[in-house]
């Protein structure tokens, strides 16, 4: 099995975190990287395979180098590093030095040695529903990672978009690499973005899990709400640990009354062309000169976080109302389907506990 073969602190709680920071299946690549949650930590570990005339060894040698955080956003800056230093561990196996000069460099970012960080709350990761953190928020990516989410979705992030507002626990089963379904993780959990504030202090936070394996079931167990990946097809079959499974493009859940979200409405679908038009505006711009500040990334958060302040926007202006009646016209309003969507908002007003009164029950009111 995998052992942690260094650490630095020596005293730090590392349990598990061998099996985080390798992926099931990875002794059939060559090279990986992998976002992991541990306790209140984030990780990044880049893992590497190596051929090697050994029986001891099998013929292979394995291993990853990796870093814990408190927070996932700066642990990319140093991707060239780990990358860098499992290749050396491979090459030359027991020599640290550079390890221990990196961790003496960077240690006043990590927490302390009992793996929690001194005298802090727990850290919200995301932008919760009532505290707008966008910006702390970047994740680094190989370019186009959000183009590359969806062309890879397509309409169906409109689909996943929904089960993310709903604080739904969403996980997401790939075989390896699993580099490249963490970010799918993190896109997941930027669809989730509102910086309205003041709204739905009780509503869970959506966790970004990135890679779990069979040793987290335990922890899962406890989560209302979470999004993670995982190469173990094990999770399938567990499904008192997810609400939504995706498996390639294919999106379902097991639960019946979310079952009609899965649908794509004509609402989704307008959604789907304006973002795919903002997106060729952007590529446009980019191509002409006229605005290099702008990302693609920017534009997906942004797009979905305005969708989302709409709707709540709306609600929020409903529910303070005499009558609080939301009707067709106010669901076309935010940009929903008052027919296909309303299973949808009735979810939306209980996860966020919004005095509302729906009344677009009849067909005609469409």
Not at 63 to 77: D, E, H, M
Not at 83 to 112: C, I, T, W
Request: proline share 5%; charged share 20%; glycine share 6%.
């Amino acid at each position: 099995g995998n052992m942690v073969e260094w650490c630095l602190p020596q005293d730090i709680d590392l349990e598990g975190v061998e099996f985080k920071s390798m992926a099931s299946g990875s002794h059939k690549i060559q090279s990986d990287f992998i976002y992991f949650r541990k306790g209140l930590c984030f990780g990044l570990a880049c893992f590497a395979n190596m051929p090697v005339e050994s029986e001891l060894e099998r013929g292979a040698r394995m291993k990853s180098v990796g870093i814990l955080s408190p927070s996932y956003t700066l642990l990319y800056r140093y991707m060239h590093f780990l990358e860098n230093q499992v290749r050396h561990q491979l090459e030359m196996p027991g020599h640290y030095s550079h390890l221990e000069a990196f961790y003496d460099d960077k240690k006043g970012v990590l927490p302390d040695s009992k793996g929690t960080p001194s005298s802090q709350q727990p850290v919200h990761w995301l932008p919760s529903i009532h505290r707008y953190m966008y910006p702390e928020m970047k994740i680094t990516h190989p370019a186009g990672c959000m183009s590359q989410f969806i062309k890879f979705f397509g309409e169906q992030i409109l689909v996943l978009w929904k089960f993310a507002l709903l604080r739904k626990r969403i996980l997401i089963f790939s075989p390896p690499p699993v580099g490249v379904v963490c970010y799918r993780v993190y896109c997941c959990c930027c669809l989730a973005n509102v910086s309205l504030p003041g709204l739905g202090g009780t509503v869970p936070e959506s966790k970004p899990f990135f890679y779990v394996n069979v040793a987290d079931i335990e922890m899962l167990e406890t989560e209302v709400s979470y999004v993670a990946c995982t190469t173990e097809k094990i999770f399938e079959q567990k499904r008192d640990l997810y609400d939504v499974y995706v498996d390639n493009q294919n999106v379902r859940t097991h639960h019946e009354h979310l079952q009609p979200l899965l649908k794509i409405n004509n609402a989704d679908k307008e959604k789907y062309r304006r973002l795919n038009d903002q997106r060729q505006m952007l590529m446009y711009s980019q191509e002409v000169g006229e605005d290099c500040s702008s990302c693609e990334e920017d534009l997906f958060i942004l797009f979905f976080m305005e969708q989302n302040n709409r709707i709540f926007q709306t609600l929020m202006e409903v529910s303070a109302s005499q009558d609080k009646t939301l009707t067709a016209d106010h669901a076309r309003g935010m940009g929903l389907d008052p027919q296909g969507d309303r299973s949808f908002l009735m979810d939306l007003l209980e996860v966020y506990g919004i005095d509302v009164m729906l009344v677009i029950d009849n067909p005609c009111c469409t």
